[in-house]
Protein backbone atom coordinates (compact mmCIF):
# COMPACT_ATOMS: atom_id res chain seq x y z
CA UNK A 1 0.00 0.00 0.00
CA UNK A 2 2.72 2.12 0.62
CA UNK A 3 4.50 1.17 -2.38
CA UNK A 4 1.37 2.25 -4.17
CA UNK A 5 1.10 5.75 -2.32
CA UNK A 6 4.55 6.59 -3.53
CA UNK A 7 3.52 5.94 -7.04
CA UNK A 8 0.38 7.88 -6.82
CA UNK A 9 2.08 10.59 -5.65
CA UNK A 10 4.57 10.68 -8.35
CA UNK A 11 1.78 10.73 -10.50
CA UNK A 12 0.02 13.91 -9.41
CA UNK A 13 3.30 15.59 -9.20
CA UNK A 14 4.27 14.03 -12.75
CA UNK A 15 0.94 15.47 -14.34
CA UNK A 16 0.93 18.94 -12.63
CA UNK A 17 4.35 19.85 -13.96
CA UNK A 18 3.24 18.61 -16.97
CA UNK A 19 0.57 20.90 -16.48
CA UNK A 20 2.47 24.10 -15.60
CA UNK A 21 4.97 23.20 -18.28
CA UNK A 22 1.84 23.63 -21.23
CA UNK A 23 0.24 26.73 -19.17
CA UNK A 24 3.99 28.71 -18.90
CA UNK A 25 4.24 27.42 -23.33
CA UNK A 26 1.02 28.72 -23.83
CA UNK A 27 0.98 31.97 -22.30
CA UNK A 28 4.97 32.31 -23.82
CA UNK A 29 3.63 32.08 -27.56
CA UNK A 30 0.88 34.21 -26.83
CA UNK A 31 2.55 36.95 -25.63
CA UNK A 32 4.65 37.01 -28.28
CA UNK A 33 1.65 36.67 -30.64
CA UNK A 34 0.41 39.80 -29.04
CA UNK A 35 3.26 41.57 -29.75
CA UNK A 36 3.78 41.32 -33.53
CA UNK A 37 2.25 42.15 -36.62
CA UNK A 38 0.23 39.17 -38.08
CA UNK A 39 2.07 38.47 -41.19
CA UNK A 40 4.88 37.50 -38.63
CA UNK A 41 2.88 35.16 -36.84
CA UNK A 42 3.67 31.90 -39.04
CA UNK A 43 7.47 32.57 -38.33
CA UNK A 44 7.28 32.97 -34.81
CA UNK A 45 4.95 30.08 -34.55
CA UNK A 46 7.35 28.11 -36.67
CA UNK A 47 10.36 29.02 -34.78
CA UNK A 48 8.76 28.11 -31.53
CA UNK A 49 7.47 24.29 -32.10
CA UNK A 50 10.94 23.71 -33.64
CA UNK A 51 12.15 25.49 -30.50
CA UNK A 52 10.23 23.04 -28.38
CA UNK A 53 12.05 20.22 -29.84
CA UNK A 54 15.50 21.29 -29.54
CA UNK A 55 15.31 22.76 -26.63
CA UNK A 56 13.86 19.77 -24.82
CA UNK A 57 16.95 17.81 -26.32
CA UNK A 58 19.50 20.64 -24.82
CA UNK A 59 18.08 20.80 -21.15
CA UNK A 60 17.49 16.50 -22.01
CA UNK A 61 22.07 16.88 -22.73
CA UNK A 62 22.55 18.95 -19.87
CA UNK A 63 20.70 17.29 -16.86
CA UNK A 64 23.03 14.10 -18.25
CA UNK A 65 26.02 16.03 -18.72
CA UNK A 66 25.11 17.09 -14.50
CA UNK A 67 25.91 13.40 -13.89
CA UNK A 68 29.00 13.35 -15.37
CA UNK A 69 30.52 16.73 -14.48
CA UNK A 70 29.93 16.37 -10.43
CA UNK A 71 30.45 12.36 -11.44
CA UNK A 72 34.08 13.34 -12.09
CA UNK A 73 33.95 16.08 -9.74
CA UNK A 74 33.54 13.60 -6.69
CA UNK A 75 35.76 10.58 -7.76
CA UNK A 76 33.40 8.73 -10.59
CA UNK A 77 35.28 7.84 -14.01
CA UNK A 78 33.17 7.48 -17.42
CA UNK A 79 31.62 4.76 -18.81
CA UNK A 80 28.57 5.31 -20.55
CA UNK A 81 26.71 8.48 -21.90
CA UNK A 82 23.16 8.10 -24.03
CA UNK A 83 20.38 10.07 -25.48
CA UNK A 84 17.38 8.59 -26.87
CA UNK A 85 18.62 5.30 -28.19
CA UNK A 86 22.03 7.07 -29.13
CA UNK A 87 24.80 6.07 -26.40
CA UNK A 88 28.58 6.64 -26.18
CA UNK A 89 30.13 3.72 -24.71
CA UNK A 90 33.74 3.32 -23.03
CA UNK A 91 35.11 -0.18 -23.87
CA UNK A 92 38.40 -1.66 -24.19
CA UNK A 93 40.20 1.35 -24.03
CA UNK A 94 38.17 3.06 -26.89
CA UNK A 95 34.52 5.13 -26.76
CA UNK A 96 32.25 3.57 -29.20
CA UNK A 97 28.87 4.22 -30.32
CA UNK A 98 26.19 1.83 -30.11
CA UNK A 99 22.56 1.27 -29.34
CA UNK A 100 20.08 0.97 -25.99
CA UNK A 101 16.56 2.11 -25.62
CA UNK A 102 14.76 1.39 -22.47
CA UNK A 103 11.34 2.22 -21.34
CA UNK A 104 11.25 5.08 -18.82
CA UNK A 105 14.34 6.81 -19.55
CA UNK A 106 15.26 9.42 -22.06
CA UNK A 107 18.77 9.38 -21.89
CA UNK A 108 21.46 8.00 -18.90
CA UNK A 109 25.02 8.57 -17.91
CA UNK A 110 26.87 5.49 -16.46
CA UNK A 111 30.00 5.95 -14.40
CA UNK A 112 32.48 3.49 -12.39
CA UNK A 113 32.14 4.06 -8.87
CA UNK A 114 35.25 5.71 -6.57
CA UNK A 115 36.64 2.85 -4.52
CA UNK A 116 34.17 2.61 -0.88
CA UNK A 117 35.51 4.27 2.24
CA UNK A 118 33.44 2.03 5.21
CA UNK A 119 30.81 1.22 2.54
CA UNK A 120 30.75 4.43 1.94
CA UNK A 121 31.01 7.04 -1.27
CA UNK A 122 30.07 10.30 -2.69
CA UNK A 123 26.43 9.52 -3.83
CA UNK A 124 24.19 12.80 -3.60
CA UNK A 125 25.80 15.02 -5.92
CA UNK A 126 25.98 12.52 -8.83
CA UNK A 127 22.76 11.46 -8.35
CA UNK A 128 21.20 15.21 -8.15
CA UNK A 129 24.09 16.69 -10.13
CA UNK A 130 21.59 16.66 -13.67
CA UNK A 131 19.24 18.76 -11.84
CA UNK A 132 21.39 20.79 -10.36
CA UNK A 133 23.04 21.44 -13.81
CA UNK A 134 19.66 22.02 -14.91
CA UNK A 135 19.12 24.85 -12.83
CA UNK A 136 22.54 26.31 -13.56
CA UNK A 137 21.82 26.59 -17.47
CA UNK A 138 18.40 28.00 -16.22
CA UNK A 139 20.54 31.20 -14.58
CA UNK A 140 22.93 31.51 -17.51
CA UNK A 141 19.87 31.29 -20.08
CA UNK A 142 17.89 33.91 -17.87
CA UNK A 143 20.81 36.12 -17.89
CA UNK A 144 20.96 36.22 -21.17
CA UNK A 145 17.55 36.56 -21.77
CA UNK A 146 17.34 39.56 -20.03
CA UNK A 147 19.86 41.25 -22.74
CA UNK A 148 17.69 40.07 -25.61
CA UNK A 149 13.98 39.85 -24.14
CA UNK A 150 13.02 42.46 -26.74
CA UNK A 151 13.88 40.42 -29.69
CA UNK A 152 10.30 38.24 -29.97
CA UNK A 153 12.23 35.54 -32.27
CA UNK A 154 15.24 34.69 -30.35
CA UNK A 155 13.88 35.70 -26.94
CA UNK A 156 10.83 32.56 -27.09
CA UNK A 157 13.72 30.12 -27.73
CA UNK A 158 15.62 31.25 -24.23
CA UNK A 159 12.54 30.99 -22.55
CA UNK A 160 11.51 27.76 -23.70
CA UNK A 161 15.24 26.55 -22.65
CA UNK A 162 14.14 28.04 -19.08
CA UNK A 163 10.77 26.66 -19.05
CA UNK A 164 12.48 23.29 -19.69
CA UNK A 165 15.42 23.08 -17.03
CA UNK A 166 12.88 23.83 -14.75
CA UNK A 167 10.68 20.88 -15.55
CA UNK A 168 13.84 18.66 -16.22
CA UNK A 169 14.72 19.85 -12.64
CA UNK A 170 11.78 19.64 -10.66
CA UNK A 171 11.22 16.05 -12.71
CA UNK A 172 14.75 14.68 -11.45
CA UNK A 173 14.86 15.61 -8.38
CA UNK A 174 11.72 15.93 -6.65
CA UNK A 175 11.40 12.30 -5.03
CA UNK A 176 9.31 10.06 -7.25
CA UNK A 177 8.47 6.34 -7.76
CA UNK A 178 6.84 5.70 -11.15
CA UNK A 179 5.82 1.81 -12.21
CA UNK A 180 8.63 1.92 -14.56
CA UNK A 181 11.64 3.75 -13.19
CA UNK A 182 12.98 5.64 -9.56
CA UNK A 183 13.76 9.18 -10.65
CA UNK A 184 17.47 10.46 -9.44
CA UNK A 185 15.85 12.47 -6.42
CA UNK A 186 14.03 8.93 -5.14
CA UNK A 187 16.93 7.35 -5.49
CA UNK A 188 19.23 10.02 -3.70
CA UNK A 189 16.84 9.56 -0.75
CA UNK A 190 17.08 6.16 -0.72
CA UNK A 191 21.12 6.50 -0.64
CA UNK A 192 20.79 9.24 2.32
CA UNK A 193 18.20 7.22 4.39
CA UNK A 194 20.08 3.75 4.06
CA UNK A 195 23.78 3.51 4.36
CA UNK A 196 23.61 -0.24 3.08
CA UNK A 197 21.82 1.39 0.04
CA UNK A 198 25.59 3.12 -0.84
CA UNK A 199 26.98 -0.76 -0.57
CA UNK A 200 24.04 -1.63 -3.30
CA UNK A 201 24.34 1.14 -5.92
CA UNK A 202 28.38 0.38 -5.58
CA UNK A 203 27.72 -3.07 -6.51
CA UNK A 204 25.51 -2.26 -9.43
CA UNK A 205 27.90 0.44 -10.76
CA UNK A 206 30.43 -2.05 -11.05
CA UNK A 207 28.71 -4.81 -12.73
CA UNK A 208 27.84 -2.27 -15.73
CA UNK A 209 31.46 -1.16 -15.69
CA UNK A 210 32.42 -5.24 -16.13
CA UNK A 211 29.56 -5.36 -18.77
CA UNK A 212 30.95 -2.33 -20.72
CA UNK A 213 34.41 -4.64 -20.51
CA UNK A 214 32.86 -7.82 -21.71
CA UNK A 215 32.71 -9.55 -18.69
CA UNK A 216 29.81 -11.53 -18.01
CA UNK A 217 27.75 -11.95 -14.49
CA UNK A 218 28.71 -15.35 -14.07
CA UNK A 219 32.28 -14.38 -14.04
CA UNK A 220 31.83 -11.47 -11.35
CA UNK A 221 32.96 -11.93 -7.80
CA UNK A 222 30.61 -14.21 -6.12
CA UNK A 223 30.66 -11.61 -2.93
CA UNK A 224 28.55 -9.25 -4.72
CA UNK A 225 25.43 -11.58 -5.74
CA UNK A 226 23.00 -12.51 -2.54
CA UNK A 227 19.39 -12.26 -1.99
CA UNK A 228 18.96 -9.33 0.19
CA UNK A 229 17.08 -9.81 3.92
CA UNK A 230 13.38 -8.96 3.74
CA UNK A 231 13.22 -5.65 5.25
CA UNK A 232 16.36 -4.61 3.02
CA UNK A 233 14.37 -5.39 -0.11
CA UNK A 234 12.18 -2.66 0.95
CA UNK A 235 15.05 -0.36 -0.56
CA UNK A 236 15.29 -0.03 -4.30
CA UNK A 237 18.32 0.54 -4.84
CA UNK A 238 19.21 -2.58 -2.29
CA UNK A 239 16.19 -4.70 -3.94
CA UNK A 240 17.83 -4.27 -7.30
CA UNK A 241 21.06 -6.41 -6.22
CA UNK A 242 18.54 -9.87 -6.50
CA UNK A 243 17.49 -9.01 -9.08
CA UNK A 244 21.16 -9.44 -10.59
CA UNK A 245 21.24 -12.41 -8.50
CA UNK A 246 18.95 -13.73 -10.86
CA UNK A 247 19.98 -12.20 -13.93
CA UNK A 248 23.42 -14.40 -12.60
CA UNK A 249 21.86 -17.95 -12.07
CA UNK A 250 20.43 -17.77 -15.79
CA UNK A 251 23.49 -16.87 -17.02
CA UNK A 252 24.81 -19.93 -14.77
CA UNK A 253 21.97 -22.30 -16.49
CA UNK A 254 21.20 -22.66 -12.43
CA UNK A 255 18.09 -22.67 -14.04
CA UNK A 256 15.27 -24.23 -11.03
CA UNK A 257 17.13 -22.36 -8.90
CA UNK A 258 16.63 -19.10 -10.84
CA UNK A 259 13.09 -19.58 -11.23
CA UNK A 260 12.33 -20.87 -7.52
CA UNK A 261 13.78 -17.22 -6.14
CA UNK A 262 12.30 -15.42 -9.02
CA UNK A 263 9.03 -16.98 -8.00
CA UNK A 264 9.96 -15.86 -3.99
CA UNK A 265 10.98 -12.13 -5.40
CA UNK A 266 8.02 -11.42 -7.47
CA UNK A 267 5.04 -12.68 -4.24
CA UNK A 268 7.00 -10.72 -1.82
CA UNK A 269 6.31 -6.88 -1.53
CA UNK A 270 9.39 -5.30 -1.95
CA UNK A 271 10.94 -2.29 -3.57
CA UNK A 272 12.22 -3.53 -7.33
CA UNK A 273 11.68 -1.45 -9.66
CA UNK A 274 8.80 -1.91 -12.58
CA UNK A 275 11.29 -2.62 -15.41
CA UNK A 276 13.57 -5.33 -13.03
CA UNK A 277 10.29 -6.63 -12.60
CA UNK A 278 8.71 -7.24 -15.77
CA UNK A 279 12.57 -8.84 -17.05
CA UNK A 280 12.25 -11.23 -13.69
CA UNK A 281 8.96 -12.57 -15.13
CA UNK A 282 10.69 -12.83 -18.43
CA UNK A 283 12.92 -14.58 -17.18
CA UNK A 284 10.21 -16.66 -15.31
CA UNK A 285 8.25 -17.60 -18.89
CA UNK A 286 12.02 -19.03 -20.38
CA UNK A 287 12.49 -21.10 -17.15
CA UNK A 288 9.07 -22.61 -17.49
CA UNK A 289 8.77 -23.01 -21.30
CA UNK A 290 12.26 -25.10 -20.90
CA UNK A 291 10.92 -27.60 -18.50
CA UNK A 292 7.71 -27.67 -20.58
CA UNK A 293 5.15 -25.91 -18.22
CA UNK A 294 2.90 -24.45 -21.08
CA UNK A 295 0.09 -22.97 -18.70
CA UNK A 296 2.52 -21.12 -16.24
CA UNK A 297 4.40 -19.48 -18.80
CA UNK A 298 0.93 -18.43 -20.23
CA UNK A 299 -0.66 -17.02 -16.85
CA UNK A 300 2.91 -15.48 -16.83
CA UNK A 301 2.19 -13.95 -20.49
CA UNK A 302 0.10 -11.24 -18.97
CA UNK A 303 -1.94 -8.06 -20.95
CA UNK A 304 0.59 -5.62 -18.95
CA UNK A 305 3.77 -7.57 -19.12
CA UNK A 306 2.87 -7.55 -23.28
CA UNK A 307 2.91 -3.97 -23.17
CA UNK A 308 5.69 -3.65 -21.57
CA UNK A 309 7.80 -6.42 -24.09
CA UNK A 310 6.19 -3.91 -26.89
CA UNK A 311 8.05 -1.07 -25.07
CA UNK A 312 11.29 -2.83 -24.82
CA UNK A 313 10.94 -5.01 -27.98
CA UNK A 314 14.71 -4.37 -29.01
CA UNK A 315 15.99 -5.34 -25.59
CA UNK A 316 17.77 -8.76 -26.16
CA UNK A 317 16.48 -10.87 -22.74
CA UNK A 318 12.83 -9.67 -24.29
CA UNK A 319 13.44 -10.88 -28.14
CA UNK A 320 15.39 -14.44 -26.45
CA UNK A 321 11.81 -14.63 -24.32
CA UNK A 322 9.58 -13.78 -27.24
CA UNK A 323 11.59 -16.26 -29.19
CA UNK A 324 11.37 -19.05 -26.88
CA UNK A 325 7.47 -18.73 -26.18
CA UNK A 326 6.72 -18.86 -29.97
CA UNK A 327 9.19 -21.75 -30.55
CA UNK A 328 7.84 -24.05 -27.61
CA UNK A 329 4.43 -22.28 -26.88
CA UNK A 330 2.68 -21.05 -30.15
CA UNK A 331 5.11 -23.39 -32.18
CA UNK A 332 5.18 -20.76 -34.58
CA UNK A 333 8.55 -21.51 -36.20
CA UNK A 334 8.29 -18.67 -38.97
CA UNK A 335 7.62 -16.29 -36.38
CA UNK A 336 10.60 -17.96 -33.91
CA UNK A 337 12.74 -17.28 -37.25
CA UNK A 338 11.83 -13.51 -37.27
CA UNK A 339 13.00 -13.21 -33.94
CA UNK A 340 15.99 -14.76 -33.99
CA UNK A 341 17.00 -13.21 -37.09
CA UNK A 342 16.05 -9.77 -34.76
CA UNK A 343 18.15 -10.69 -32.05
CA UNK A 344 21.77 -11.61 -34.40
CA UNK A 345 20.50 -8.06 -35.84
CA UNK A 346 20.31 -6.50 -32.69
CA UNK A 347 22.96 -7.52 -30.99
CA UNK A 348 25.47 -6.10 -33.82
CA UNK A 349 24.88 -2.66 -32.55
CA UNK A 350 24.41 -3.64 -28.70
CA UNK A 351 26.59 -2.02 -26.02
CA UNK A 352 27.27 -5.05 -23.64
CA UNK A 353 28.47 -7.61 -26.17
CA UNK A 354 28.26 -10.33 -22.88
CA UNK A 355 24.88 -10.23 -22.82
CA UNK A 356 24.36 -10.98 -26.23
CA UNK A 357 26.57 -14.05 -25.62
CA UNK A 358 24.86 -14.77 -22.17
CA UNK A 359 21.43 -14.85 -24.41
CA UNK A 360 22.64 -16.56 -27.29
CA UNK A 361 23.35 -19.32 -25.46
CA UNK A 362 19.66 -19.35 -23.57
CA UNK A 363 18.35 -18.98 -27.68
CA UNK A 364 20.58 -22.06 -28.22
CA UNK A 365 19.35 -23.98 -24.84
CA UNK A 366 15.55 -23.55 -26.38
CA UNK A 367 16.24 -24.45 -30.22
CA UNK A 368 17.92 -27.68 -29.17
CA UNK A 369 15.01 -28.44 -26.91
CA UNK A 370 12.56 -27.89 -29.64
CA UNK A 371 14.87 -30.26 -32.02
CA UNK A 372 14.63 -32.86 -29.44
CA UNK A 373 11.01 -33.25 -29.22
Same mark, same amino acid.
Given at each position: ????????????????????????????????????? $?????????IFFLSIYITMYVQLIIH?????????????? !??????????????? /? &?? +???????? /? @???????????????????????? /???????????? !??????????? $???????? %????? /??????? #?? *??????????????? %????????????????? &????????????? #?????????????????? %???????????????????? $??? %??? +?????? +???????????????? *?????? #? $??? #??????? @???????????? =?????????? @???????? =???????????????????????????? &????????? *? &????
Amino acid at each position: MKKKKIEIFGLIINIVLSILFTVILIFSLNSHLNSIP $DEQEIILMLIFFLSIYITMYVQLIIHELGHLIFGLMTGYK !FSSFRIGNIMLLKTG /G &KL +KIKKLTIA /G @TAGQCLMSPPDLKDNKMPVIIYNL /GGALLNIISCII !FFIIYLFIKDN $DFISVIFE %LSIAY /GIYFAAL #NA *IPMKTGTIDNDGYNA %LSLKINPDAQKAFWIQL &KINEMQSKGTRLK #NMPDEWFYIPKPIEMKNN %LIASIAVFTCNRMMDQHNFE $DAN %LRM +KQILRA +KTAIIGIHRNLLVCDR *IFCELI #N $DNK #NTAKKLM @TPELQNFIKSMK =DFPSVIRTEY @TYALLYEE =DMDKANQLKKKFIERGKNYPYQSDIRSE &KELIDIATN *I &KKNK
